[in-house]
């Protein structure tokens, strides 16, 4: 009797391990599966942004709506890249004053304000922005969470070089310059020009890691 219960309590016990593995097994595997997708949408569009930091920009989303959090996300990689270029914008204009008052010969001080008004935030903003409309999206990935919602990333690109991008900047740049500089300072386009484009292809081509 107590032979055959052992026996049975034997068989018990082995069951009850095999159970606690196999839940415990398919727990990991189902975490790892939902881990591994969203792992698996970032690796994607942030390998690509990656590549080519300098003209490409990543943004995502989530909402119950995939349209809706692809929209959003596509909003937020347009906002990324303008910040992006318009740090850039502001730094190599503030060098291009620099060099535009270097180059002066009188000395004279009265184009103080449009100095400020081109080496400001706004400024800088207005410039970066009209890049935008070159962007097109290379790469879109989508999941749905546990809470059926959806959850997008979206890359997109700069459809140009580097030097591309650099010389649509110094078009725009410029464009203002001619607005905002009185007529006696119009002698130092060309320098403004040249400073700037030069500025605005060194920190390009740095962030993307290249250099000519």
Excluded: W
Aim: glycine share 6%.
């Amino acid at each position: 009797m107590k032979s055959a219960i052992k026996s049975v309590m034997a068989v018990m016990a082995a069951a009850f391990i095999m159970l606690g593995t196999t839940a415990c097994g398919s727990k990991k595997m189902a975490s790892a599966e939902i881990k591994g997708e969203k792992l698996q949408a970032e690796t994607v569009c942030q390998q690509l942004k990656e590549e080519k930091p300098a003209v490409r920009a990543l943004g995502e989303g989530t909402n119950f709506s995939q349209s809706f959090a692809k929209t959003y996300a596509e909003g937020q990689a347009r906002a990324e890249f303008a910040r992006q270029l318009s740090s850039l914008v502001s730094t190599a204009s503030k060098q291009s004053n620099d060099a535009a008052n270097a180059y002066s010969s009188n000395g004279k001080k009265g184009n103080e304000v449009s100095d400020q008004a081109l080496s400001s935030d706004a400024f800088a903003q207005q410039i970066a922005e009209q890049t935008i409309p070159g962007l097109v999206v290379i790469k879109t990935e989508t999941y749905k969470r546990k809470d059926n919602q959806y959850h997008v990333f979206v890359c997109l690109e700069y459809m140009g070089t580097v030097n591309a991008l650099a010389e649509e900047l110094t078009n725009a740049y410029m464009a203002r310059v001619k607005q905002m500089i009185p007529d006696e300072d119009r002698e130092k386009m060309q320098v403004r020009h040249d400073s700037f484009f030069e500025q605005m292809t060194k920190y390009l081509q740095r962030i993307n890691g290249t250099a000519n």
